[in-house]
């Protein structure tokens, strides 16, 4: 058994440190154990630009003298012998010699081998190195060396041949071999020198369906399904001594359809005859399934983006524009021309171009929606939001930009800011007038059924227009952000959540509420009365929407955004639930779900949730499944508790 590389002695003593050897040598090479390039000298730069990008050594030389494959072993066994090797890229011949570096690395301290003077025109030296003359005089000694190289190479190259011919007879590594290659998961079939099968694996038999015995014998060509103009190509390869490869589809003995990837190498013996043939057969049968659907869901997806009345821009993981659909160009007034081999940093510019006083997303949260107004080609409102895209081993791919032009809404949204104002005044009069025909009817003398038929009808209408107007002052008031004095203090969340159960009042209906607060110190900073009303209104929803008798359960949860600490008072339901689409217009002013008129409201109450819980610098979360129930969340965030002093 040959030694290992820790067994071999040091073949060369340098008397010169490494930084030493860095200047006296410029095309130097420092390679491991497993010949991958450590380092090298800065020389190589000027030969080759993307020299830096090659990581083994066999990538960029071919190596001439004294062996003719890289092997560390033979190279050490040779150091007195001179090294010749010949760079791909250039052409251009190196000489020197080998020798051990730190431990088990390799150097190769070589210099330039001119054999032609037209040489030295052609290639690119460090013309201002100090260390041309120590070249120069190596490149004469290593000519007389090589001389006598090449009279050893032809003795070496057959006792190689005859190396490999005696390592390839020797039974344990073929028994060994064999082992290796049947436990491959992919099908080898080994046939003669005249292409008839000798040998397969199990995994073979187990993908074709086909035993050993029924494939032994029989003729390569046969095994591949191909045409006849396919075989045909195939054996004239390997007469040439060259190898196929192809993608092929192969059917099992029972009929069933699969991908292969086949790679047919000859084998030649130390003469250079053929010996045997050796094919592979990868299975990529999943692969081209997924390619399939891939090529299939991209056409429906750039269909979808063409149809869609939104605009999306994409960006890969790099950077680089990848699609902009037809929408976005029309809604901003951008031309194609304008984003070709756009960068994302080059489109933020471009957006930026468009609406100056826009912030740029890339500044915030990448969930939250930027409103761009844009004069050019005509005044539009824009709501854009960004989302990064991950694979499913959650590696990030890219940057999806969504635009979706919100001119129609934002119009919508103003001219009913402007009727809450407008109605909260106008219902006033009605309001006053219904309070005022009340109180004489309570002065005035009626039987006792008349009056308390038309004091709970009167009653009745007053409170609903009182509610209504309440509301919208709320919202007109609350979107203004002003006119509206918030008084935002410390308050233990028990406290909060313990009043409002106790103003949460059902007559006749009995409801149970399944509550539970071990921890008794949190503590918000609200306005008390402002959260009392916004989770009441969620309360009186969860009521109104659910059966009567169903449980309704309030809990307390905590999470962390953006390196803060939240606190969510939750109220889940299990009543009738909602749609996806009715859960994105939720928080429409006047929208409501139910449209029977079977459950009273005004359509503003979770609206008027929203902007309280914006005001406390928090959100609401809304989730629901349809004839399932109903989950609301109003988030704060958490203080530390404050320790009474005794």
């Known amino acids: 058994m040959a030694k290992s590389i820790r067994q071999l002695n040091p073949v060369v003593s340098l008397d010169v440190q490494g930084a030493e050897l860095l200047q006296m040598f410029p095309f130097h090479i420092i390679v491991d154990s497993q010949l991958n390039i450590l380092e090298y000298g800065h020389s190589f730069k000027l030969l080759d630009a993307s020299f830096e990008d090659k990581t083994c050594i066999a990538e960029c030389f071919e190596i001439v003298s004294p062996i003719e494959i890289f092997c560390l072993n033979t190279l050490l066994a040779t150091r007195d012998e001179l090294c010749l090797l010949r760079h791909k890229a250039s052409g251009m011949l190196l000489g020197g010699k080998v020798a051990a570096h730190q431990g088990n690395n390799l150097a190769f301290l070589l210099s330039p081998w001119i054999a032609d003077t037209q040489e030295v025109s052609q290639a690119q030296f460090d013309r201002s190195s100090p260390h041309l003359q120590l070249l120069s005089r190596a490149k004469f000694k290593a000519l007389e ?39 491959s998961d992919n099908s080898v079939v080994i046939a003669n020198s005249m292409g008839y099968i000798e040998w397969v694996n199990e ?75 050796i094919a592979i057969a990868r299975d990529i049968t999943e692969k081209k399934n997924a390619l399939e659907f891939s090529s299939r869901l991209l056409g429906i997806l750039k269909s979808t983006f063409e149809l869609s009345p939104d605009g999306f821009v994409t960006f890969n993981q790099f950077g680089q524009l990848t699609w902009v659909n037809p929408s976005f160009l029309r809604m901003t007034g951008l031309v194609s021309e304008q984003m070709e081999n756009i960068t994302q940093d080059g489109f933020e510019r471009l957006i930026a171009s468009l609406c100056p006083e826009c912030d740029a997303v890339s500044d915030l949260d990448l969930h939250d929606a930027v409103v761009m107004r844009v004069a050019k080609p005509k005044l539009t409102v824009i709501k854009r939001s960004m989302r990064q895209a991950h694979d499913e081993n959650n590696r990030f791919v890219g940057t999806i930009h969504y635009f979706r032009d919100i001119t129609q809404e934002s119009e919508l949204h103003r001219m009913k800011g402007e009727f809450l104002s407008m109605a909260a005044h106008e219902l006033r009069t009605p309001m006053s007038s219904i309070h005022g025909f009340t109180e004489l009817l309570l002065k005035r003398e009626f039987n006792a059924e008349q009056q308390k038929d038309m004091l709970s009808t009167v009653h009745r209408q007053s409170t609903r227009l009182t509610k209504l107007i309440n509301d919208l002052l709320d919202l007109a008031k609350i979107e203004a952000r002003k006119g509206m004095a918030f008084d935002i203090k410390p ?8 009043t409002a159960l106790k103003e949460f009042v059902v007559n006749g209906e009995g409801r149970e509420i399944d509550y539970l607060l071990n921890e008794q110190t949190l503590m918000v900073a609200v306005d008390f009365d402002k959260i009392i009303q916004a989770l009441m ?34 109220v889940q339901d299990h009543g009738i639930g909602m749609s996806q689409e009715h859960l994105s217009r939720l928080f429409e002013r006047f929208y409501r779900a139910d449209t029977s008129g079977n459950v009273p409201g005004t359509g503003l109450g979770l609206c008027l949730v929203k902007e309280i819980m914006e005001i406390h610098d928090g959100w609401i979360d809304v989730s629901s499944i349809y004839g399932v129930g109903t989950q609301v969340t109003l988030w704060m965030k958490k203080l530390e508790a404050v320790v009474d002093k005794i």
């Not at 308050?491 to 313990?498: A, G, P, S, T």
């Not at 209104?537 to 803060?564: C, D, R, T």
């Open 145 to 183: 060396s090589a001389r006598n190289t090449k009279r050893k190479l032809t003795v070496q190259k057959k006792q190689l041949f005859q190396a490999h011919a005696l390592l390839s007879i020797k039974e344990s590594e073929s028994r060994t071999l064999t082992h290796i290659v049947s436990m």
């Open 203 to 277: 995994a073979y038999v187990k993908r074709s369906g086909y035993h050993a015995e029924e494939v032994l014998g029989r003729y390569l060509g046969d095994l591949l399904d191909a045409d006849e103009g396919a075989v045909k190509q195939i054996k004239e390869r390997l007469e040439l001594k060259q190898g196929y490869q192809a993608e092929l589809l192969r059917k099992t003995k029972s009929g069933d359809a699969y991908w292969v990837d086949l790679d047919i190498e000859p084998l030649l013996d130390s003469q250079g005859n053929i010996c045997n043939y």
């Open 537 to 570: 209104n969620v309360l009186s929803n969860a009521h109104k929407y659910s059966q009567p008798g169903s449980m309704i359960k309030l809990e307390i949860l905590e999470k962390q955004k953006h390196k803060k600490v939240y606190l969510g008072i939750s």
């Open 491 to 498: 308050y233990k969340l028990v406290d909060i959540v313990d």
